[in-house]
C-alpha cells in the first residue's frame, strides 16, 4: 500500500512538471561586430607616429604608448619607432628609449632576424640622436 502512494504522488509530481507552462530560456548570445571601418596598416602606423610626434608629449604619455603598442600581437615598424625614439630625445629620456630597443627585441621572439632589421633601420636615428644600443652597451648581456 505504501509502495502505492509513493508510485501515485511521484506519477502526479511527474504529470505537474510536463503540464508547467512554457518555460523560457536565456536567449543566446550574439556578437555584435562593429561596423566601424577596419583600420588598415597604413593608417595604424600613422596613427602611431601622430602620437609620438606630438611635441607637447610628456614621459607618462610616452610610456603609456608604448605599453600599449608593445601589447598589441606585432612589432611596430620603423617609422613609428623612430617617432618613438625621437620622442624620447626630446624628453631627454634615454633609459626609455634603451626600454623601447629592449622591448622590440623581446618582442621580436623567435624571428631572429626582425631586430638586427629594425636596428639596420634605425641606424641613422639612432646616431642623429645619439642612442646606443644594448648591445653596444652591453647590457644584453645581463
Given at each position: 500500500m505504501m509502495f502505492s502512494a509513493v508510485v501515485r504522488l511521484s506519477a502526479s509530481?511527474?504529470?505537474?512538471l510536463a503540464r508547467a507552462g512554457p518555460s523560457y530560456t536565456a536567449p543566446?548570445?550574439?556578437?555584435?561586430?562593429?561596423?566601424?571601418?577596419?583600420?588598415?596598416?597604413?593608417e595604424f602606423d600613422a596613427r602611431?607616429?601622430?602620437y609620438f610626434s606630438k611635441p607637447d608629449i610628456d614621459a607618462w604619455e610616452?610610456?603609456?604608448?608604448?605599453?600599449?603598442?608593445?601589447g598589441y600581437d606585432l612589432v611596430p615598424e620603423p617609422k613609428i619607432l623612430?617617432?618613438?625614439?625621437?620622442?624620447?630625445?626630446?624628453?631627454?629620456d634615454l633609459a626609455s628609449a634603451i626600454r623601447i630597443l629592449e622591448a622590440v627585441k623581446d618582442?621580436?621572439?623567435?624571428?631572429?632576424?626582425?631586430?638586427?632589421?629594425l636596428?639596420?633601420?634605425?641606424?641613422?636615428?639612432?646616431?642623429?640622436?645619439g642612442?646606443?644600443?644594448?648591445?653596444?652597451?652591453?647590457?644584453?648581456?645581463?
Open positions: 509530481g511527474i504529470r505537474s543566446l548570445a550574439s556578437r555584435c561586430y562593429s561596423h566601424a571601418k577596419a583600420e588598415t596598416d597604413e602611431w607616429v601622430t610616452l610610456k603609456k604608448g608604448m605599453n600599449t603598442l608593445i623612430d617617432s618613438a625614439l625621437r620622442a624620447c630625445r626630446r624628453l631627454n618582442k621580436s621572439g623567435p624571428h631572429k632576424e626582425i631586430y638586427p632589421y636596428i639596420q633601420e634605425l641606424k641613422p636615428t639612432l646616431q642623429e640622436l642612442i646606443s644600443t644594448p648591445e653596444e652597451l652591453g647590457i644584453d648581456q645581463i
